[in-house]
């Protein structure tokens, strides 16, 4: 139960940076900070698509997965409650230029690259610490927020998306469904993508891999 307390509260403190409109490298410091606090309880995934990554390399079970997975949307969705208290008005988020493939597109290879660096950093017995995956993965959010800062509203992150548009679909409201697909379409596919390309560029040099359950 722990690692999925501390998977919510990493998610709602990332969730609080972006509402607080605090920048790239204030976004990645958060990740960093959340990871050096909770990698060693939960992995420090904040992310459903890391985790669905950590799980097509053969590093989680289903179970498990799911788990994380609804542990980091309700982090989202606790966030995005908090926001709606004190501000009387619902967090969104902004909506890019483009909708559709190109949008799906570059969601998927920012976040394939978020996974790879999650993939090759804590996913690895010769680099496992708290300290090189925080700096990694936060440096990397702070890259890929700053370099596709037109498709980044979501961080790359489907529970960021999922989490403020429950409070809103709880509403009634529903006018970002099409944002919202490629908000999570995408960054399952570069989740997917992640651990194809690590597995290929370590093949003979992994752990050997557990059973999936």
């Excluded at 926001?83 to 559709?100: H, K, R, S």
Aim: glycine share 8%; net charge positive; aromatic share 10%.
């Amino acid at each position: 139960m722990k690692k999925y307390v501390m998977e919510a509260m990493g998610v709602f403190f990332l969730m609080l940076a972006l509402m607080s409109n605090a920048g790239a490298l204030a976004i990645g410091l958060m990740l960093a900070a959340m990871i050096f606090i909770g990698a060693h309880v939960s992995g420090g995934h904040y992310n459903p698509a890391v985790s669905l990554a950590v799980y097509c390399a053969y590093k989680m079970k289903a179970r498990e997965v799911l788990n994380h997975m609804g542990a980091q949307i309700l982090g989202a969705f606790l966030a995005a409650c908090l926001y709606y208290m004190l501000n009387n008005e619902q967090f969104m988020l902004m909506t890019p230029a483009v909708v559709a493939w190109p949008l799906v597109l570059m969601q998927a290879i920012y976040s394939a690259v978020l996974c790879m660096v999650v993939l090759s950093v804590a996913t690895s017995d010769g680099v496992k610490n708290n300290f090189a995956y925080s700096i990694s993965a936060g440096l990397a959010l702070a890259m890929v927020l700053l370099v596709g800062a037109p498709f980044a509203a979501s961080l790359f992150n489907p529970a960021i998306a999922l989490g403020p548009f429950l409070l809103v679909a709880l509403q009634g409201k529903l006018n970002l469904m099409q944002y919202l697909m490629a908000w999570v379409v995408g960054p399952v596919i570069g989740a997917c993508v992640a651990s194809y390309l690590v597995n290929y560029l370590n093949v003979g040099k992994s752990d050997k891999v557990p059973p999936r359950g």
